[in-house]
Nanobody, 126 residues
Framework: QVQLVESGGGLVQAGGSLRLSCAAS????????MGWLRQAPGKEREFVAA????????SYADSVKGRFIISRDNSENTVDLQMNKLKPEDTAVYYC???????????????????WGQGTQVTVSS
């Protein structure tokens, strides 16, 4: 089973940017759909973004469209999430996630992803 480790979280002011990275081990991600989920305090885990195994197709939550960009490097076994124009409502723990079933476009619901990492905290101050 793939192991996922997130990094890059932190505290940033509204309007700023952060780049999250996910490093995978134990399995190559080139045969996996990869995504990012997030969970804010008191809320359910929600879908943020995803990318197909070959990087051709992406999906984004409406709340992050135009601000976040997901990318992957299968040769490095990594997935990144570039987050721009951050808002206080983006504050959450962000999880890298994987899905074994390959579909295009990638599914935009959190329940579709069956493996995730420990998460990294992102805090956006107003």
């Amino acid at each position: 089973q793939v192991q996922l480790v997130e990094s890059g979280g932190g505290l940033v002011q509204a309007g700023g940017s952060l780049r999250l990275s996910c490093a995978a081990s134990e399995r190559a991600i080139r045969t996996l759909t990869m995504g990012w989920l997030r969970q804010a305090p008191g809320k359910e885990r929600e879908f943020v973004a995803a990318v197909t195994w070959n990087g051709v197709s992406t999906s984004y939550a409406d709340s992050v469209k135009g601000r976040f960009i997901i990318s992957r490097d299968n040769s490095e076994n990594t997935v990144d999430l570039q987050m721009n124009k951050l808002k206080p409502e983006d504050t959450a723990v962000y999880y890298c996630a994987a899905r074994q079933v390959l579909t295009s476009p990638p599914p935009s619901r959190a329940s579709a992803y069956d493996t995730w990492g420990q998460g990294t905290q992102v805090t956006v101050s107003s």
